[in-house]
């Protein structure tokens, strides 16, 4: 019923910030005292970042800002590559953290912050959406019904944040030049830059710039 409720509270928000307002009161009730909402877009130019809402504070934000931390941060390359939620000590649980990662991780413990939880949302066409919260209490409550509700919360928001600021899905394939396409299907089935380059009559380090260009433009690893 929460959900339901939540759902036509959001339906009758006039902007994106209004929505991420009335998604921070719910979050707030598990603990996250804090969240942002953004929306990764593939493009020619290699990508767009779309800040949907931020509740953060504001001190925090112009560190964040400041630095680069959100755009390049550790849970951004987390959410590209998932589909559940998952909090930051599961990354740092499974993954081998970059000196950029640490130092990004040390000045979060710094200002207080001590756990958090991403929503990542995918889009058609290559596209994704990232929901951070985040705490500066230890021993929040992550159960899997808990980030179940949290993670239909974040997706409706999302969903809602999307139609009121105009955010449209992109077909990746439209940003890409047909040779970057023709290169990058041969990279799906396994073939290195030297074979594709045989293939295509073109040599490898052709092959290598044009995979680079597309991957650039999707937002690929």
């Not at 925090?60 to 959100?70: C, E, H, K, R, T």
């Not at 074979?195 to 490898?204: A, H, P, Y």
């Amino acid at each position: 019923m929460l959900a339901l409720d939540f759902a036509d509270q959001i339906a009758s928000a006039k902007s994106a910030g209004e929505v991420g307002a009335k998604l921070a009161l719910q979050v707030q009730r598990h603990g996250y005292v804090s969240s942002a909402c953004r929306a990764h877009l593939p493009g020619r130019d290699g990508g767009d970042v779309r800040v949907l809402f931020r509740n953060w504070p504001e001190r925090w934000a112009s560190i964040s800002d400041q630095n680069g931390f959100s755009p390049n941060s550790i849970t951004i390359r987390e959410a590209r590559i998932r589909s559940s939620p998952f909090t930051w000590h599961d990354i740092f649980a499974k993954r081998a953290l970059t000196s950029a990662d640490r130092a990004v991780w040390s000045t979060a413990r710094e200002w207080g912050w001590k756990t958090g939880l991403v929503v990542p949302v995918h889009l058609p066409g290559g596209g994704f959406g990232a929901i951070t919260m985040a705490s500066r209490e230890n021993g929040l409550d992550d159960s899997a019904r808990t980030q179940r509700e949290l993670h239909l919360l974040a997706v409706m928001a999302f969903e809602r944040c999307c139609e009121l600021a105009n955010v449209r899905a992109t077909d990746a394939t439209d940003l890409l030049s047909e040779r970057e396409l023709e290169c990058l299907r041969w990279v799906a089935l396994g073939k290195t830059d030297y074979e594709i380059g045989i293939i295509l009559s073109i040599s490898s380090a052709t092959v290598k710039f044009h995979v680079d260009r597309g991957r650039q433009k999707i937002g690929a690893t």
